[in-house]
Every structure is written in C-alpha cells, then in structure tokens.
C-alpha cells in the first residue's frame, strides 16, 4: 500500500469520526409520550419558545404518523393556534412539512381541520393568507386526487378577487321601488355588504347579531353604516325580511351577475363584506361580531374627541 493510500484512509477515518461525534452531540428534541415538544429550559422568551415549537412541532408526526383521528385533530388545532403572529416563512415551512408527514389516513382530516380552522369565517383563526399556502400546496400535491387538486386551484384564483384593500367589484340591483341602483352609488362612511345564496340561508342570523349589536345599531340609526343584502339566487325578499333589518336595503341580484360571473366567492354559501366610503373592502368573508369589532375600534382611533 503506497503512502498516499495510507494517508486517504487516515483522512476518511477521521471525517467518519468527526460525524459520528456531530451526530451524537447534537441536542435531541424531546417529546413526550403524546408527541407534545418539550421546549429547552435555556429558551425563555416567548418569541424563542414559540419558534422552537413551530419549527419541531411536527417532529413526532414525520416519524410516526398519529393514528388517532381525535389526537391528530387537536395536535392541527393546537398548531394552528401556535403560529399566529409568527413569521411567514417559518410558518410556511411548518405547515408544509406537516402536510408532506400525515399518512393517506390522517391527510383528509388533517386538511379538513385546517379549513375548518383557517378558512372558516366564523372561525377566530381566520387568516386567509396562511390558508393559501395550503390552497397551493394541494393543487401541486400528488397526495391528494386531481379533483382535489382542480378545486385548490380554484379556490386560490378566487381569493384573488375583491381582495381586502382593493375596490369592491361593482354592480347592479333593483331597489323596491323597481329603481336601478349600483353598489357604488350606496351613500354611507361603511357599507355592510351580505350575499345570500339559497342554500345558505343565513339572514336571520345575520338579523339577531345585528339588533344584538348596540355599536352597530348606533351607526346604522346615524346613517355612517348601511346594510345591503342581495339575494343571489331565486330567492327574493319577503315583509318578514324587511322587518327583520331595518334601515337595510334588500334586493334581489335580477340580472344574475353575481352568481353567474362569480364577481364574488359564493362557493362556500353567503358571505359577508365590510366597505369604505369608497368601496373599498375592509373586510371579507367576515362575520357580524368581527364588523362590530374592527368599527369600534376605528372609530375609537379616529374620534376627534379620543386622548392622545
């Protein structure tokens, strides 16, 4: 064996050995026996602790796939709560490596339990934009069927439309006196859109949180917020309706174009907008209680009688 062979091996033996040691020394992330993450005790602040969590949350899972279908429903759950208020990328990474590790089984659940968490206007984790990259991971995904696939796409093109911040696309209604109106042309510091779809029947609901909502009831009797319900379907509104919203219009979508020209997102039933002077969207596939939250405190911030 030449001297140069000799050296090779000396050298290939201590690259082996540098390893070995690397492996061995690097901190092991415990868990217990559920697969809950033990956080270190030298991370106190909430920023590191929280980090560290994400970033191992879904350790466990990717070497052993939860089975229970109530475990892995509470562990999504738990995570969903977890990443609120954390940065975008890291958040990104861990839900997609969560769903790269759930088995054929559990990924059904899984992907049910985000939307329900995170594409759910009533939810309080509503965050359309962490959805997204679930949206665009299940339409280049091979996990799941190409029917489910079509439909991310779908949807992803979807939230592209009357996005918060940009201005509410425009159209037209019959008044009950048979005048045409546009939405632009509603008067009002807010506008308080709600689209009914027949098979989502919701304005009842919509009514009692609304008479409920002494906040809301105030600036609707000032005239700063107007309720508009359009009826996109075959339904058309009755005097119990009326009744039920007053000093809101109600008319019917006669010309079809919201529905037909899917100028707005009905494919998860009615929905509700909150709009600026201006039409501009302030608030999507929101909820009454949130409306009545986000006015509260803008008007709070931009009253002239507010303390510096």
Not at 9 to 34: D, W
Not at 83 to 93: H, L, S, Y
Not at 169 to 188: G, H, I, N, P, W
Not at 220 to 242: F, H, N, V, W
């Amino acid at each position: 064996m030449t001297r140069a062979s000799v050296r090779t091996i000396q050298l290939l033996s201590l690259f082996l050995l540098l390893l070995v040691a690397s492996v061995s020394c690097r901190p092991r992330v415990r868990t217990t026996s559920l697969g809950e993450v033990v956080i270190p005790d030298h991370l106190t602040s909430p920023r590191e602790r929280q980090s560290y969590l994400i970033d191992h949350y879904w350790d466990r899972e990717e070497a052993q796939p939860t089975t229970s279908d109530s475990l892995l429903v509470h562990k999504v759950k738990d995570f969903c709560g977890l990443i609120q208020g954390a940065p975008t990328t890291q958040v990104r990474r861990s839900l997609l490596r969560s769903l790269e590790a759930f088995g054929d089984e559990g990924l059904p659940l899984a992907l049910s339990t985000y939307r329900d968490q995170l594409f759910r206007p009533e939810s309080p984790l509503y965050d359309e934009r962490l959805y997204s990259f679930i949206l665009d991971w299940e339409r280049r995904s091979m996990k799941v069927d190409s029917a489910r696939r079509v439909e991310a796409l779908l949807s992803l093109a979807r939230l592209q439309y009357n996005r918060v911040g940009s201005t509410a696309q425009d159209f037209r209604f019959y008044m009950s006196d048979t005048s045409l109106m546009k939405l632009s042309e509603v008067k009002a510091p807010y506008t308080l859109l709600l689209l009914q779809v027949d098979s989502d029947r919701k304005e009842r609901l919509w009514a009692s949180e609304l008479k409920a909502s002494k906040s809301l009831q105030a600036l609707i009797q000032k005239r700063a917020l107007q309720p508009l319900m359009i009826y996109t379907g075959q339904a058309r509104p009755d005097s119990l309706q009326r009744s039920l919203f007053t000093g809101a219009i109600l008319a019917p979508d006669s010309a079809g174009l919201i529905a037909t020209q899917r100028r707005y997102d009905l494919s998860r039933g009615s929905v509700l907008y909150l709009l600026d002077q201006k039409k501009t969207v302030l608030l999507r596939n929101t909820s009454i209680p949130k409306v009545a939250s986000y006015l509260d405190i803008y008007e709070k911030q931009t009253s002239p009688d507010r303390t510096p």
